[in-house]
């Protein structure tokens, strides 16, 4: 989760001596590399995805499940194959928040070619693999893709065990979380927590609601042991699950995809075009519906991240009136975008921006355009929240850790990335939002998808634009209980007229639609039909040479897509759902007990491992050929071969033309 630096962290009171110097720097570090980087052209599609795994401890014995804190003593011997082989090693493994993570990455990144598609899952799988090696399955073990844990700040949820430390020399203070949990190998982490719950002047605080069952209490309002100050006491709200720590979020686990566009142009359009993609992608890889032992109301992960890293003052949420700080701030660090970055879609630029008008006004006196200046100066409202020693002086003709200070702290759903320093990097786009899926085949199949998009977008001029608020709606509409088959999203209509050439009122252009309308298609409000991404993906691999075994395992991937979007199968969320209802120990008072648990993940476990077949969550467990294809796909296929060609080809991808470009 962003920028490791070596040395020693400085205390929140010394980092903040140092905000403005580091804005200050960072400013002239992003300035330095835009004058020298605004003309890179011609770098071809690159791609990758990160993978964030749970170490789960199941003890058949007991019947209990815990979270592993074996990350750092794997990820030593992980990196130490990637270090003795590093051009040529397959995978890439990184920390995260927690000493329970892991993360991994395919070791370079995939090309333009369609036939990248093949190796995807297989990647997945070795990495899984790679980390299978190092751990004792025999003492229950097991590397495991998932959300949230389901018991996270429970009693003894971690292995070994420790205690909470909720004074004043914690970290986080949480009443729930020790902070042994943290990562520990790394100071970044440790200190980000304490930092962050300084500067908000007070314990982070996530509320989500709680699922009322019939024998959940009502109201639901829980006694802290432990609370000495009743901070949580006063903080909790009635008939919701309550968190206190930055782990309840950090600590949950995502797919995210960087994309590297031809240049910056092409980048700032796929920023502004996948945005309207991230409550959709959200809403359809939903995979945590519980928390801290409970059934939640919610069936994603998002929220709770929000809240967990929300370092704003008072003041800064509008409690209080501006005194200490310079600004009333509308999101946490950790939340959607707020502004888009093409000239043409400005339009659609509906939310109020704040931004620091000082920093604004530099960047434009250093030539660069409104747009690009507003997004940077509204990064740069926040604070360092970390900040090492050794770093505070840097030269910023040479390095940028400073911009990556600010940028790397700035969690949103999509990421602007310019190229580092002195790298064969061009401009990237990183998409964020999505939940981690159990099987290597299902992330496989959400990956190769996004991908897809990407390249349905720029081959097709598609254009998804609608009005950054209504974005921010469907955010929240993502996030609710089955909101793939339930929830109303707002989506562009018409996704064939370039930007460019959009005129009249923007709340013309796009109406209510469900998820299954927007990924298969159908009739929308005003009797028009829609599309349907998965029918325009469709054609576009019909438009494009593509082998028989590449088309196969796509086919296989968007038939999840497209029924996890129908309601023929289930998100993971509402699966789980289903499984603890059903569960023989299950009380109908929302409580995952230690048990439920421990079977719960075996049942994952098993699942992840091709040992169990769930049924209603998916079809298959690895991608097919055309022999073991279902008859519906074969069909498909057949429909399809007289434009298939048996070699793998470069796909055909065009950029937006310079004449209607954005
Ligand atoms: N684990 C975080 C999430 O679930 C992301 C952290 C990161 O930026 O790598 O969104
Ligand atoms: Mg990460």
């Not at 069952?213 to 609370?227: A, R, V």
């Not at 519980?290 to 800064?316: M, P």
């Not at 008008?357 to 409104?370: F, S």
């Not at 709606?473 to 370039?498: I, S």
Request: aromatic share 8%.
């Amino acid at each position: 989760m962003g920028l490791l630096s070596e040395g020693s962290p400085l205390t929140w009171e010394e980092t903040k001596k140092y905000a403005d110097h580091v804005r200050n720097h960072g400013v002239q570090q992003f300035i330095n590399l835009y004058e020298r980087l605004k003309d890179r052209k011609g770098d071809v599609l690159k791609w990758g995805d990160e993978i964030e795994y749970m170490l789960v401890r199941l003890n058949d014995e007991a019947q209990t499940a815990q979270l592993s804190l074996k990350g750092p003593e794997l990820l030593k011997i992980l990196q130490q194959q990637e270090h003795t082989n590093p051009s040529n090693h397959p995978t890439t493994w990184r920390p995260e928040y927690a000493n329970y993570m892991v993360e991994g990455t395919p070791g370079k990144p995939y090309g333009g070619t369609l036939a990248h598609f093949n190796i995807v899952e297989a990647n997945m799988r070795l990495r899984r693999e790679e980390v299978r090696k190092l751990i004792n399955e025999q003492m229950g073990e097991a590397p495991l893709s998932l959300t949230a844990y389901p018991r996270l700040g429970c009693p003894k949820f971690t292995h070994p065990t420790y205690e909470p430390n909720p004074t004043d020399t914690g970290a986080s203070k949480s009443i729930f979380i020790p902070d042994e949990v943290i990562f520990s190998a790394h100071p970044r982490y440790r200190t980000l927590t304490r930092n962050i719950r300084k500067r908000r002047g007070e314990k982070v605080c996530i509320n989500i609601p709680i699922f009322k069952d019939i024998k959940t209490p009502s109201p639901f309002i829980e006694k802290f042991l432990n609370d000495a100050d009743g901070e949580s006491a006063r903080a909790a709200m009635a008939d919701h699950i309550y968190m206190d720590a930055m782990a309840f979020g950090m600590g949950n686990s995502c797919i995210q995809m960087t994309f590297q566009a031809c240049c910056i142009e092409e980048a700032r359009s796929l920023y502004d075009q996948l945005n309207p993609f991230c409550p959709v992608m959200l809403a359809l890889s939903a995979a945590s519906p519980f928390y801290r032992g409970y059934v939640s109301d919610i069936d994603c992960r998002w929220y709770v991240i929000s809240s967990s890293v929300d370092d704003r003052t008072e003041e800064e949420r509008g409690l209080k009136k501006l005194k200490e700080n310079k600004f009333r701030i509308h999101k946490s660090r950790y939340d959607s975008i707020d502004s888009y970055l093409s000239e043409s879609s400005d339009r659609y630029n509906d939310i109020d921006l704040v931004i620091d008008e000082d920093i604004c006004k530099r960047l434009q006196d250093a030539g660069i355009d409104r747009l690009l200046a507003r997004h940077v100066s509204h990064l740069f409202i926040r604070d360092p929240v970390s900040l090492f020693s050794e770093l505070i002086n840097q030269d910023d003709s040479q390095d940028s850790d400073h911009f990556e200070n600010i940028q790397s702290t700035n969690w949103q759903t999509m990421r602007f990335k310019p190229p580092p320093v002195n790298s064969t990097i061009g401009w990237r786009v990183e998409f964020r939002p999505m939940e981690v899926q159990l099987t290597d085949f299902e992330n496989a199949a959400y990956v190769v998808f996004m991908v897809l998009i990407t390249r349905v977008i720029l081959s097709f001029e598609l254009n998804f634009l609608i009005p950054i608020s209504k974005v921010d709606a469907n955010l929240n509409e993502a996030q609710k209980r089955d909101a793939v088959l339930n929830g109303k999203f707002y989506f562009r209509k018409d996704v064939r007229t370039c930007p460019k050439h959009c005129k009249g009122n923007v709340d013309n252009e796009y109406v209510l639609m469900d998820i299954n309308t927007i990924i298969n298609g159908g009739p929308i409000e005003g009797g028009a039909d829609f599309p349907g991404i998965i029918p325009l993906i469709n054609q576009y691999l019909r438009s494009v040479n593509i082998d028989l075994d590449t088309r196969c395992t796509i086919l296989t991937y968007l038939n999840l897509i497209s029924d996890r979007a129908s309601g023929k199968l289930k998100t993971t969320a509402r699966w789980m759902r289903d499984y603890v209802q059903q569960h023989p120990d299950y009380k109908q008072d929302s409580v995952i007990s230690e048990k439920i648990n421990y079977d719960l993940l075996t049942l994952c476990n098993k699942i992840t491992k091709g040992e169990h077949h769930p049924k209603g969550l998916i079809h298959t467990q690895s991608s097919r050929t055309k022999d073991d294809l279902p008859l519906s796909l074969k069909k498909q296929v057949d429909q399809d071969a007289n434009v298939i060609q048996k070699h793998e080809e470069e796909m055909r991808i065009k950029s937006w033309p310079e004449q209607n470009g954005v």
